[in-house]
């Protein structure tokens, strides 16, 4: 490095394994990580060897500067090292193969060749179009399993009871809604619990959960609605409830007994941030409204 400039040949440690490659191909991707540390914005000097240590396992780095290259990705057919590449290119931010990894037709030969569905949530009964299912995939963070049904409060009962034994302790949950006419729901990469602390229900910290709507009464399309950075209070646990996002009810579900009627409540800007030029009553055009039904997909282990 000479004035904050880098030579056009940088040798790579990325975690005991050596690369050497152009500044230009690591640069390629101008939203990356390592386009952001060979910018010449930062002060990055080389170690003794005269290589840039990057604390990473590199087993998988060859991929990425190989997809920098030539701007196509070649990849192995085994599921397990797909996912931890798929890791690989969340952390570099590599964004060519992330969206090209979440392109059903990239799984389509493999998945096929086990016998599993190239499509996501094809269980589902509320989410019908492809088109959502694809979309609600893309928006999901990068965890190469496959989502699969974990509650339908039709089929398994509509009482927060039910839903919690069979949701609670299953990892990253995606919650699907169907109100009257309008579609909507939310995901958290942390299990839902029924668990008390103090005589006190659980609020969840977290930074990854987000809301959607795929059909809302203001004709928007497929709308994501990610988490306030400031109010970080994803969920809330409690026994006696359904699904409930946010720290004040931005999106809860009140699953009832007896009958089985279930109601939902939803208040957005709080936790989640509304979109812009809409209300806080986005989701329904109301605050309270009636669940016709409502679904909880987990990961498949």
Same mark, same amino acid.
């Given at each position: 490095?000479? +004035?904050?400039?880098?030579?056009?040949?940088?040798?790579?440690?990325?975690?005991? &394994?050596?690369?050497?490659?152009?500044?230009?191909?690591?640069?390629?991707?101008?939203?990356?990580?390592?386009?952001?540390?060979?910018?010449?914005?930062?002060?990055?000097?080389?170690?003794?060897?005269?290589?840039?240590?990057?604390?990473?396992?590199?087993?998988?780095?060859?991929?990425?500067?190989?997809?920098?290259?030539?701007?196509?990705?070649?990849?192995?057919?085994?599921?397990?090292?797909?996912?931890?590449?798929?890791?690989?290119?969340?952390?570099?931010?590599?964004?060519?193969?992330?969206?090209?990894?979440?392109?059903?037709?990239?799984?389509?030969?493999?998945?096929?060749?086990?016998?599993?569905?190239?499509?996501?949530?094809?269980?589902?009964?509320?989410?019908?179009?492809?088109?959502?299912?694809?979309?609600?995939?893309?928006?999901?963070?990068?965890?190469?399993?496959?989502?699969?049904?974990?509650?339908?409060?039709?089929?398994?009962?509509?009482?927060?009871?039910?839903? &919690?034994?069979?949701?609670?302790?299953?990892?990253?949950?995606?919650?699907?809604?169907?109100?009257?006419?309008?579609?909507? +729901?939310?995901?958290?990469?942390?299990?839902?619990?029924?668990?008390?602390?103090?005589?006190?229900?659980?609020?969840?910290?977290?930074?990854?959960?987000?809301?959607?709507?795929?059909?809302?009464?203001?004709?928007?399309?497929?709308?994501?609605?990610?988490?306030?950075?400031?109010?970080?209070?994803?969920?809330?646990?409690?026994?006696?409830?359904?699904?409930?996002? +946010?720290?004040?009810?931005?999106?809860?579900?009140?699953?009832?007994?007896?009958?089985?009627?279930?109601?939902?409540?939803?208040?957005?800007?709080?936790?989640?941030?509304?979109?812009?030029?809409?209300?806080?009553?986005?989701?329904?055009?109301?605050?309270?409204?009636?669940?016709?039904?409502?679904?909880?997909?987990?990961? &498949?282990?």
């Amino acid at each position: 490095m000479n +004035g904050g400039m880098y030579s056009s040949t940088v040798k790579l440690n990325v975690g005991g &394994h050596y690369f050497t490659t152009s500044l230009q191909t690591l640069t390629k991707d101008p939203d990356s990580m390592l386009a952001a540390m060979f910018s010449g914005k930062f002060e990055m000097r080389p170690s003794e060897d005269g290589a840039f240590f990057i604390d990473r396992d590199g087993t998988h780095f060859r991929f990425i500067l190989n997809y920098l290259r030539t701007g196509k990705l070649t990849l192995p057919d085994e599921e397990k090292i797909l996912r931890e590449i798929e890791e690989e290119a969340d952390f570099y931010q590599i964004t060519g193969i992330i969206n090209e990894l979440k392109e059903p037709s990239f799984f389509g030969s493999s998945l096929q060749a086990n016998n599993k569905s190239p499509e996501p949530f094809q269980e589902s009964k509320i989410l019908t179009s492809i088109e959502h299912c694809r979309v609600l995939q893309a928006w999901l963070p990068s965890l190469r399993r496959t989502w699969v049904l974990l509650y339908r409060a039709s089929r398994d009962g509509s009482s927060a009871e039910s839903f &919690h034994s069979k949701c609670d302790n299953k990892g990253p949950t995606v919650t699907i809604v169907n109100s009257v006419n309008n579609i909507f +729901g939310g995901f958290t990469d942390m299990p839902w619990m029924s668990v008390t602390f103090l005589g006190r229900v659980t609020w969840v910290t977290q930074s990854k959960a987000f809301l959607f709507s795929m059909v809302n009464p203001h004709g928007l399309g497929p709308t994501k609605m990610p988490i306030n950075k400031i109010h970080l209070k994803g969920f809330y646990c409690d026994s006696s409830l359904g699904p409930k996002f +946010g720290g004040q009810r931005d999106l809860e579900i009140i699953s009832r007994d007896g009958e089985g009627n279930i109601s939902g409540f939803s208040h957005l800007g709080r936790s989640f941030d509304t979109p812009p030029g809409q209300q806080a009553t986005f989701l329904t055009g109301k605050k309270k409204f009636k669940v016709t039904d409502y679904e909880v997909f987990g990961l &498949h282990e």
